[in-house]
């Protein structure tokens, strides 16, 4: 039986790949240090034979007892509202954790996939965005805490690779959801849908003009299981084309949950960019992989989600307004 480690297996997209390598059969090893993931989102999972879970942070010293075949390294603080609350963890994740995971890689001959994102491509110039292109980022921004780190452990990886040998893979994924999201992160997705459902206006940033391409969590998992398989060491985009300004995905929120709220238009934050759009061409080549979810079945299983949670938990929102945070 193949063991693999999972670090930030309590978060959104770690949980989710928990259960895929659950599904595959593997013996899963979740680790998180529980700063934004929730034990809830793996629960279900504890009572399984095939899955342990560590409580423990990944930019210190990481030790796991018996063999490893993978790790998935998707520890890290992923929306803007977290790197401004905790930045300096944000840096810390994405550079001693991924030394940290590619140490044990090595002492353990397992091959890694880190989780890189779109964020390295920053304020893009160019549209839609591939693989070779270097990107646009700011690093003294708000979100340079995040993308800069992104960044060094893209190029921390690709050393391990050539220098040691070490078996890397690296994915960028695109704006992604589905269930588990943290309905108080900040991020469009669920800040819409829980605007709607505590029926409130639904916060619009800018203009609304800016451009994101949503691709359905079960989609990206798929895209990230074919791509650790692969023997592909150089960064690989996952995440779905379909591109739609943020003014009328505020307008699908709308028509998908029947709310009578209006949009309301609020400042942009620094450094917010403009266009997104992943070319998925090597994807397509490279695994035989593309989306399968239209974001009008993804945003329907989303929104019941969302539904199901209690009051409690959908009043808890601490961010209504992200402008107090974008201060830098
Ligand atoms: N956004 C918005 N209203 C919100 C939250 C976000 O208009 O209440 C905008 C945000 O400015 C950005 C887009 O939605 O242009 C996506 O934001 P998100 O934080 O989800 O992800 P990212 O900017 O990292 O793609």
Not at 152 to 164: G, L, P, S, V, W
Not at 173 to 188: A, E, K, Q, S
Not at 204 to 218: A, E, L
Not at 267 to 295: C, F, N, S
Request: contains cysteine.
């Amino acid at each position: 039986m193949k063991r693999i480690l999972i670090t930030g297996a309590a978060g959104f997209l770690g949980s989710h790949l928990c259960d895929r390598f659950i599904k595959e059969g593997y013996q899963v090893v979740g680790m998180d240090n529980l700063i934004t993931g929730d034990l809830k989102n793996i629960e279900h999972l504890f009572p399984h034979p095939h899955f342990e879970f560590y409580h423990h942070d990944v930019s210190r010293f990481i030790h796991v007892p018996g063999k490893l075949d993978y790790i998935l390294h998707f520890a890290s603080p992923a929306s803007p509202i977290d790197y401004l609350k905790i930045p300096i963890q944000t840096l810390k994740v994405g550079s001693l954790g991924i030394h940290n995971c590619l140490g044990l890689a090595r002492e353990k001959k397992a091959r890694v996939l880190i989780a890189s994102t779109s964020e390295v491509y920053g304020d893009p110039t160019v549209h839609p965005q591939q693989e070779t292109y270097w990107g646009n980022v700011n690093p003294v921004g708000p979100r340079g805490v995040y993308d800069e780190a992104k960044r060094f452990q893209e190029a921390m990886t690709m050393a391990y690779h050539t220098f040691h040998g070490l078996e890397t893979r690296i994915v960028r994924i695109f704006n992604t959801y589905g269930p588990r999201m943290r309905l108080n992160d900040g991020r469009v997705l669920p800040a819409f849908i829980g605007q709607a459902l505590r029926g409130e206006d639904l916060t619009v940033f800018g203009d609304g003009s800016q451009t994101r391409s949503f691709c359905y969590v079960d989609d990206l998992v798929e895209g990230i299981y074919r791509l650790l398989h692969s023997d592909y060491a150089g960064p690989v985009n996952i995440g779905n084309p379909d591109e739609i300004t943020i003014r009328d995905f505020a307008e699908e929120i709308i028509k998908l949950t029947g709310t009578t709220q209006k949009v309301i238009y609020k400042d942009l934050p620094q450094d917010d960019p403009k266009q997104r759009q992943p070319d998925i061409t090597l994807a397509r080549k490279l695994l035989g992989w593309e989306p399968k979810v239209h974001r009008s079945e993804g945003l329907k299983i989303t929104y019941e989600y969302f539904k199901s949670l209690s009051t409690d938990e959908l009043n808890k929102v601490e961010h209504k307004d992200f402008a107090k945070y974008n201060r830098v």
